[in-house]
């Protein structure tokens, strides 16, 4: 099964699809024959959490009256559980289908033909899984990723000429999110084939200049992107949280998640959580193919605003009993913490405020 939601939309519609993708027999920890040229790649424990927290999200969580969702394609690469059912929903678990080529390739061209039949249609694509890139060639591998030997890439989407082949969509509003590793490979370089389009582009072809296609790539060229393991991602965490209002704005009058601010808020998230987890290491999203504002989704109330508490200078913060007030009862933190204090509130308005001990050299 790979349709976990398939239902009459009157008019323009959402189409999504997510793939996770941590189980790989050919690489290193599998059970399949080791592909040679590994380049280092383990199994990953972050993707299946990752699809299944971003499916979740989509089906109990999106909303857009202009373009409510009608489609949810899931694949999921599991070495323990390829049962599915939104968390929380009384619904028996499904078994869905793996993330190999051999399933996703058929399915990503039925989504692309839902896309087909309007173009006031949104198309939403999300990945987590193992990639690799050379430069500005982004690849993201599928769980049969070096099965043939002599083909490779065969179990592998060339993400950059799948996104360009999607501009023969007819449906002008696209938004992609790729969780995967951006780390540069020599073999890539090397390989005529750096993976299956799937969608071909064609030079004959002019791309709509109506068509909106932001991707969200979790991490800049040459660098790796972060799991936590038996958790959603780094990226996939600060994507879910920025849609549930760190990336909003109320352009329109009500909160709504845009392109440019989605971005915005998910940088921010994912910087204040390395500041805090310096083990994680530095991450950065990057937004390719910035579009015009459109609506994406239209929060149900206000947002949820992450906030950064901290003294300037920063050394004052070990000593600092910090607090906020919202109306309600005063939320204190009593010294000692030299950390900055992250807290999330609803949107409103707020006093904060830090006191010291006597003697200290702040007031």
């Given at each position: 099964m790979t349709l976990v939601l398939d239902q009459s939309v009157v008019g323009p519609?959402?189409?999504?699809?997510?793939?996770?993708?941590?189980?790989?027999?050919?690489?290193?920890?599998g059970d399949g024959p080791l592909y040679p040229d590994h380049g280092g790649m383990?199994?990953?424990?972050?993707?299946?959490?990752?699809?299944?927290?971003?499916?979740?999200?989509?089906?109990?969580?999106?909303?857009?009256?202009?373009?409510?969702?009608?489609?949810?394609?899931?694949?999921?690469?599991?070495?323990?559980?390829?049962?599915?059912?939104?968390?929380?929903?009384?619904?028996?678990?499904?078994?869905?289908?793996?993330?190999?080529?051999e399933h996703v390739k058929p399915a990503v061209k039925a989504w692309k033909a839902r896309g087909d039949g309007s173009t006031e249609h949104l198309m939403i694509f999300f990945?987590?899984?193992?990639?690799?890139?050379?430069?500005?060639?982004?690849?993201?591998?599928?769980?049969?990723?070096g099965?043939?030997?002599?083909?490779?890439?065969?179990?592998?989407?060339?993400?950059?000429?799948?996104?360009?082949?999607?501009?023969?969509?007819?449906?002008?509003?696209?938004?992609?999110?790729?969780?995967?590793?951006r780390s540069y490979s020599l073999e890539l370089l090397a390989s005529t084939e750096p993976g299956e389009s799937i969608i071909k582009g064609s030079a004959l072809f002019a791309p709509s200049a109506q068509r909106s296609a932001p991707?969200?790539?979790?991490?800049?060229?040459?660098?790796?992107?972060?799991?936590?393991?038996?958790?959603?991602?780094?990226?996939?965490?600060?994507?879910?949280?920025?849609?549930?209002?760190?990336?909003?704005?109320?352009?329109?009058?009500?909160?709504?998640?845009?392109?440019?601010?989605?971005?915005?808020?998910?940088?921010?998230i994912m910087q204040r959580v390395t500041r805090h987890n310096p083990e994680l290491g530095a991450q950065v999203c990057e937004l390719q193919h910035k579009p015009p504002r459109f609506s994406m989704h239209h929060l149900d109330g206000p947002p949820l605003v992450p906030v950064d508490i901290t003294c300037d200078p920063s050394d004052a913060n070990d000593i600092a009993d910090m607090?906020?007030?919202?109306?309600?009862?005063?939320?204190?933190?009593?010294?000692?913490?030299a950390t900055e204090w992250f807290v999330d509130l609803e949107e409103g308005d707020y006093i904060f405020s830090a006191e010291f001990p006597p003697g200290s050299a702040y007031i």
């Open positions: 519609a959402t189409h999504a699809m997510v793939i996770g993708v941590g189980d790989y027999p050919h690489l290193l920890g383990e199994q990953l424990s972050s993707p299946s959490h990752s699809a299944r927290a971003m499916a979740d999200w989509l089906l109990t969580r999106y909303r857009n009256p202009d373009k409510p969702l009608a489609t949810l394609d899931l694949f999921l690469s599991d070495k323990d559980n390829q049962d599915y059912a939104p968390h929380g929903s009384a619904a028996a678990p499904v078994e869905i289908q793996r993330a190999m080529m990945f987590c899984g193992h990639g690799v890139a050379q430069g500005y060639q982004n690849t993201l591998l599928l769980e049969d990723f099965a043939d030997h002599e083909e490779p890439y065969a179990g592998a989407i060339d993400f950059g000429n799948f996104h360009l082949g999607m501009a023969r969509c007819q449906a002008h509003q696209q938004c992609y999110f790729v969780d995967a590793c991707a969200y790539l979790s991490a800049v060229p040459g660098n790796p992107a972060f799991g936590r393991a038996g958790q959603p991602s780094l990226f996939t965490a600060a994507l879910l949280q920025a849609l549930e209002g760190a990336g909003a704005d109320d352009y329109e009058g009500d909160w709504r998640i845009y392109p440019g601010s989605l971005h915005d808020g998910i940088v921010h607090a906020y007030t919202g109306g309600g009862a005063p939320v204190h933190r009593d010294a000692p913490d």
